[in-house]
């Protein structure tokens, strides 16, 4: 009768394969100076015993977990459910393992993940931040004793950075429905992201002066209140928005693809048509964007370049004894037109 397999030991394996037990670890530890003979005995002898070796203990002995810590605010956003999908895949393929959490936008709850991977439990991190003062010092502080790449910029960072350059992205998005004709182009946006707000909003100001557009109108949104108070509130800023009809807006630009597609849906129940009456575009390009019922124009960088350069700058970190300049990668976006900025698009559809 085979042993169970929670009293199967190294020494065991050693054992009955006719080894030592520094042979059997190398073997398990993928080294090199083994012939494939007695690998593959020491493999076999393990599978015939029901051995499964401790991961835990390997890392230990080798100085590392092969684990990255993914720490993310929640994925309830299409666009980080995908890019926390990609970064996954692309750490399996470097041979790392992934720890993902959630901080749900809470700078506390941030720090006490940060501090628990960095106690051993991940060899680096890779975080989209809350964005705060506070998440900044956090980020730092533990950088300081492993590895991490943020994927949001801000000033006083040093860590490395990855992330799209979003003020080329807005600066598209602008010069797109300029060309499409829109003279009067809302922003609506979204409370509590700071960082992102900020470099997105300053994008929509200074492209709008630039193109000559004297109007410009920002609204906010609190996704904190539930998604039903969101569709209130975006329903009541569309009614605002064209109470007037001499000073509406000829095209809406929304912080992001979801927020983008809500504001499609209040303007429909208003009556009022997209793309022939307003113009409406979003941010991230998320899947949904190109398949929704009114496929929605966005810009956004590939969220699968994203966790390329996030992976090779950690595992360029992981691998080098020395501290190289910190890096901050910006990623040029893409701008995808489709039907809410394409009149043409929907005469073509016979709309």
Excluded at 237 to 257: G, M, T
Aim: hydrophobic letters at 40%; one cysteine or more.
């Amino acid at each position: 009768m085979a042993r169970k397999a929670s009293k199967v030991t190294i020494y065991d394996i050693a054992s009955a394969a006719g080894v030592s037990r520094g042979t059997v670890s190398r073997a398990f530890n993928g080294n090199t100076d083994i012939n494939s003979e007695t690998r593959q005995r020491i493999f076999d002898t393990a599978k015939r015993l029901h051995y499964v070796p401790n991961m835990n203990a390997r890392g230990l002995a080798k100085g590392t977990t092969e684990c990255i810590g993914v720490i993310m605010p929640d994925v309830l956003n299409p666009y980080i459910s995908e890019l926390v999908g990609v970064i996954e895949k692309s750490a399996r393929a470097v041979g790392f393992s992934t720890h993902i959490a959630l901080t749900h936008n809470d700078a506390e709850l941030q720090q006490k993940l940060l501090l628990r991977m960095a106690s051993g439990q991940v060899d680096g991190i890779i975080i989209t931040p809350c964005e705060s003062d506070e998440s900044v010092r956090q980020i730092n502080m533990i950088n300081a004793k492993i590895p991490i790449v943020s994927l949001k910029f801000r000033e006083k960072l040093e860590c490395d950075t990855v992330m799209g350059a979003d003020s080329d992205g807005i600066r598209m998005i602008m010069e797109h429905l300029h060309s499409a004709g829109a003279k009067k182009v809302a922003f609506l946006t979204i409370s509590g992201q700071d960082w992102t707000h900020l470099e997105r909003h300053e994008a929509y100001l200074s492209t709008a002066k630039k193109l000559g557009l004297d109007y410009t109108k920002t609204e906010s949104i609190d996704y904190s209140e539930g998604w039903e108070e969101m569709e209130k509130d975006v329903i009541r800023i569309v009614a605002s928005l064209f109470k007037r009809k001499d000073n509406a807006p000829d095209a809406i630009l929304a912080y992001d693809d979801i927020l983008a597609l809500v504001v499609i849906n209040a303007l429909r129940h208003s009556g009022i048509k997209v793309p022939d009456d307003v113009l409406v575009a979003g941010f991230d390009n998320i899947r949904l964007a190109s398949v929704a019922n009114m496929t929605l124009t966005s810009a956004s960088v590939e969220s699968s370049d994203i966790a390329r350069f996030a992976i090779d700058i950690l595992t360029q970190r992981l691998n080098s004894s020395s501290s190289s300049k910190v890096r901050h990668v910006r990623i040029s976006p893409r701008l995808y037109v489709r039907d809410s900025t394409s009149r043409e698009t929907l005469k073509g559809k016979g709309k």
